[in-house]
């Protein structure tokens, strides 16, 4: 029997910065490789295949002699998200990991035109919302060999200065490989998302990262490694981050363009194609736990890069300093920058 699978393959090869590879419509086999993140078709059932145990609740009220839930008398143990809104960003934040679960911005052709920000006021803090013992801390970077990585970057929150300095809670950061990522390929595909407002009129983008599998080459077992910086190691080092766009044709009830892409936490050449990180969007809903459109019904989505050309426009690291108030890049605008 047959089925379809859609599937990515963590590749997070930092010598070759290999990224996503799609596996399709793959004969069933006994010895077939389970992907990291898929999404599969149910199978059909069998006689073969054991019984699912259903709980019925008897008819007969009994009383417990416990109660489970008088935990609570001492507080909730969570898990709790710190769902966290500032002028810029909305965040909801992993305790465990001490980075984001998510990200969402918010970008228009207004909001990016206003000049009401610069960078070099801006500075690198701990977020006061999280608990202090949950917080990443500035000195858990210090030396680690990693970025602090905005998830929504400076240059999108450019229309003032309070938005801007929101985009510096290490809240909106995770540790990101720097040169031939956070200052390359990553600056070019938010570059990309930015000038997506050339061709619609809202542009919404959440962010994030994932920790997926590799299959351990000694034994062939699929594990989830990741590293940990900080002293003590407090902060994970994700293996991989997404980006999910919903591009708005600005009519009420109207149509929205989605994308999602995954991208590999490691040097990824200027020439790869961005096509080549696409993915579907439940591909990163089941690797993340998370859902992104629920609520929005098939019939008004479109598929972003059907819609527009998926690109991205190489910008040397340095010219974007130069265009950029400030020490940090510039990730400019969709035709290429005027």
Not at 8 to 32: N, P, Q, Y
Not at 100 to 122: F, Q
Not at 143 to 148: E, H, I, T, V
Not at 222 to 241: K, M
């Amino acid at each position: 029997m047959s089925k379809t699978t859609l599937a990515i393959v963590a590749g997070v090869s930092a010598a070759t910065g290999a990224a996503v590879t799609f596996l399709s419509t793959r004969a069933e086999r006994k010895d077939s490789i389970t992907p990291s993140l898929s999404v599969a078709a149910t199978p059909t059932p069998t006689s073969s295949q054991p019984p699912v145990p259903v709980y019925t609740q008897s008819s007969t009220a009994i009383i417990p002699p416990v109660d489970p839930s008088g935990l609570f008398q001492y507080g909730f143990p969570g898990p709790v998200s710190d769902l966290h809104a500032t002028p810029s960003t909305t965040s909801a934040f992993d305790r465990r990991t001490r980075n984001p679960y998510w990200v969402a911005e918010h970008i228009t052709p207004t909001s990016l035109s206003i000049r009401g920000g610069d960078r070099r006021h801006s500075v690198f803090v701990e977020d006061p919302t999280i608990p202090t013992k949950f917080q990443a801390k500035l000195h858990d970077y210090y030396r680690s060999g990693y970025d602090r990585g905005h998830q929504v970057p400076a240059a999108d929150a450019k229309w003032s200065q309070e938005a801007m300095d929101s985009t510096f809670f290490l809240s909106n950061m995770c540790p990101q490989v720097g040169d031939g990522f956070n200052r390359d390929y990553w600056a070019h595909f938010e570059d990309f998302c930015r000038r997506l407002t050339h061709e619609f009129p809202s542009v919404r983008i959440v962010t994030g990262p994932l920790y997926l599998p590799r299959r351990d080459p000694s034994d062939h077992k699929w594990r989830v490694s990741y590293e940990v910086i900080g002293n003590p190691p407090n902060v994970a080092v994700p293996t991989h981050f997404y980006k999910v766009v919903f591009a708005e044709d600005g009519k009420t009830g109207g149509n929205v363009s989605l994308g999602a892409f995954v991208l590999p936490n490691a040097p990824i050449a200027n020439d790869k194609p961005l096509t080549d990180f696409e993915v579907p969007i439940e591909a990163i809903e089941r690797a993340s736990g998370l859902e992104f459109a629920s609520k929005l019904p098939p019939q008004r989505r479109k598929r972003l890069c059907q819609e527009i050309k998926c690109s991205v426009l190489v910008k040397e690291y340095a010219d974007r300093q130069k265009s950029f108030p400030g020490s940090a890049p510039s990730k400019t605008s969709l035709p290429a920058p005027k």
